[in-house]
């Protein structure tokens, strides 16, 4: 199979989620065979979590960079473009290996028929095997134990935190989710764990004493002092089992990053244990002053605009919400607009439930793409409908939100990543 040009393949593959999540690990093993097993060529980093894992690999990232590794990550989903997802140093994946790569196996896709992220995940360990990469970090798609990435044994295991998501795969019960997400867990591989709850932290405990997997539970193990936020940046203190660093510089907007920083610390603790590496301070400063150039990592808590106040977000669960509330807190604005969209099979009730305590306008929209839920059915979870509209897009969701925020108050965009990438396609800030 031959494509006219890169668009042409990307349109293929997105093409692929027709077949649906495929939460079992049959297809990617075959096709991890056929391109020759290329993830037992690098060393690797395997994160998971409900919230957090994209912060967090891109944290550890950004220093194993900074370190001199040739660091590989993949992460999920995308904003502006699907070669973000697969990265080198920060470097994106080229077109011309994204095209190749599927030229070459697409007999196989056809024959194996597997999802699309599947698909994306064999060809991000390809291109890291190919490449000479020294370590990747490498982030869940969905759950963790039947997820794609979970054919790799990583020196170090991290689950960010486990809150009620994926309902239809995972389970409905906190325990059911915990099970899953411990699933990436290996025996004798270290395992860090960011801020769960109690009965969370419980279970997770049997499995790494069932597997000899030494624990490390950042809560207890990090201190992380916050000092003043900046704009677009937080400052922390940080005294871990082996690092003790003052006014660490996070160019990441939002209370919630103290516990990703603390989990990632100590993931860092846990290379030094087990592996013996160890990170000289003036490359961790660097690795977290360089996130965005190492990792591409954006749009969390991110200020785009004054006069009104413009803040991107993708806080897509009841637990993302939460946080984000908390970090609005320390904001000063007169109104609120918030433009909002999410997928159908995400708890969208509960988050609009959580989004209205923020006492802001509601405006619902459809992100593009096929899982999002209609405005018609957020609404019908809205409360108080005299403080919501609906519109049948993004642009034109921000275009009312627009035209009615004062100088002194804000837009909020947040939900889906399908939202943010929609708006940033039609507006430049």
């Known amino acids: 199979m031959k494509f006219k040009n890169y668009k042409d393949c990307i349109d293929y593959l997105f093409g692929l989620e027709r077949s649906g999540i495929k939460y079992d690990l049959k297809n990617i093993k075959k096709l991890s065979a056929l391109t020759g097993n290329p993830h037992k060529n690098f060393r690797s980093i395997h994160v998971a979590g409900t919230n957090g894992k994209g912060s ?12 001199g590794f040739r660091t590989g990550l993949y992460t999920s989903p995308h904003i502006k473009d699907f070669r973000e997802r697969i990265r080198i140093n ?4 080229p077109k011309d290996y994204v095209v190749s790569f599927t030229e070459k196996y697409f007999r196989d896709i056809e024959k194996i028929i597997p999802s699309f992220f599947e ?13 000479g990469v020294d370590l990747a970090v490498i982030e869940c798609g969905l759950g963790g134990r039947l997820d794609s990435t979970n054919i790799i044994t990583p020196l170090v295991s991290v689950i960010t935190s486990v809150s009620i998501d994926h309902t239809e795969y995972l389970g409905g019960t906190l325990k059911d989710i915990t099970y899953e997400k411990a699933g990436i867990v290996k025996k004798n591989v270290s395992c860090v764990i960011g801020k769960l709850k ?3 932290i419980k279970q ?9 997997s030494p624990l490390t539970e950042t809560q207890k193990k990090v201190r992380i002092r916050a000092r003043e936020p900046l704009a677009e940046a937080r400052i922390f203190d940080v005294k871990s089992g082996h690092y003790s660093l003052r006014n660490l510089r996070l160019p990441l907007s939002g209370d919630y990053q103290r516990i990703n920083l603390a989990t990632a610390f100590g993931v860092f603790d846990a290379l030094v244990t087990s592996r013996k590496i160890r990170f000289a301070e003036n490359e961790l400063r660097r690795g977290f002053e360089s996130i965005a150039k190492n990792t591409g990592f954006d749009y969390r808590f ?3 605009g004054a006069n009104p106040l413009v803040v991107f977000d993708v806080s897509h669960n009841t637990e993302g919400i939460r946080f984000l509330k908390r970090t609005l807190d320390a904001y000063r604005y007169r109104k609120l607009f918030i433009i909002f969209g999410m997928m159908s099979d995400k708890e969208y009730k509960k988050c609009i439930n959580e989004l209205e305590k923020l006492n802001g306008f509601l405006i619902l929209t459809k992100p593009g793409y096929k899982r999002s839920a209609e405005p018609e059915m957020l609404m019908n979870a809205v409360k108080n409908k005299s403080r919501a509209a609906i519109m049948k ?3 034109e969701a921000y275009a009312f939100a627009a035209s009615k925020a004062g100088k002194n108050d804000m837009i909020l965009v947040t939900g889906s990543f399908f939202l943010l990438s929609d708006i940033l396609k039609t507006k430049k800030f």
């Open 90 to 93: 920060g470097r994106m994946i």
């Open 302 to 304: 991110k200020i785009l």
């Open 393 to 395: 897009n993004a642009s």
């Open 198 to 200: 109690p009965e969370t």
């Open 119 to 131: 698909v994306t995940t064999a060809m991000a360990f390809k291109y890291f095997s190919d490449n």
């Open 56 to 67: 967090t690999a891109s944290i550890i990232s950004s220093a194993l960079t900074e370190k």
């Open 204 to 212: 997770i405990k049997i499995y790494c004493k069932e597997r000899k």
